[in-house]
C-alpha cells in the first residue's frame, strides 16, 4: 500500500509560479511511475504529466508542455510538479498518483491541493 500527500498548492497571480509536492509512503518509492492530474469542478479529471520509475522519461499534456516540469527524487521518495507562466485556466485540484511497476492504471491516488491562477 502507498499513500499520496501532496502539497505546495494556493493562490498566485496568472504568470506566477507554484511548486506542488507529493510525498510518499513505502520503500517501493523507487520502483512506481508517479503522474500529476488535475480536475475542475464539473470537467473531468485530466492527465497533465507523468515521470518513470527511473526519472528518465517525463510526458506531458500539450496544455503544460513547456511550462510546467515533473521530476522526482526517490531519496525522499518524493516527486515535484513546478509550475511556471500559470494561467487562470490551470485552476483545479492537482491530484498525485502511482503507478505500480508493470502496472497499466494508476493504483494509487493523492487527496489533492487545490491551485488557483487569478488577479
Known amino acids: 500500500q502507498v499513500q499520496l500527500v501532496e502539497s505546495g498548492g494556493g493562490l498566485v497571480q496568472p504568470g506566477g509560479s507554484l511548486k506542488l509536492s507529493c510525498a510518499a509512503s513505502g520503500r517501493t518509492f523507487s520502483t512506481y511511475a508517479m503522474g500529476w492530474f488535475r480536475q475542475d469542478p464539473g470537467k473531468e479529471r485530466e492527465f497533465v504529466a507523468s515521470?518513470?520509475?527511473?526519472?528518465?522519461?517525463?510526458y506531458y499534456s500539450d496544455s503544460v508542455k513547456g511550462r510546467f516540469t515533473i521530476s522526482r527524487d526517490n531519496a525522499k521518495y518524493t516527486v515535484y510538479l513546478q509550475m511556471n507562466s500559470l494561467r487562470p485556466e490551470d485552476t483545479a485540484v492537482y491530484y498525485c498518483a502511482a503507478a505500480a511497476f508493470g502496472s497499466n492504471t494508476w493504483n494509487y491516488w493523492g487527496q489533492g491541493t487545490q491551485v488557483t491562477v487569478s488577479s
Open positions: 515521470i518513470r520509475w527511473s526519472g528518465n522519461r517525463t
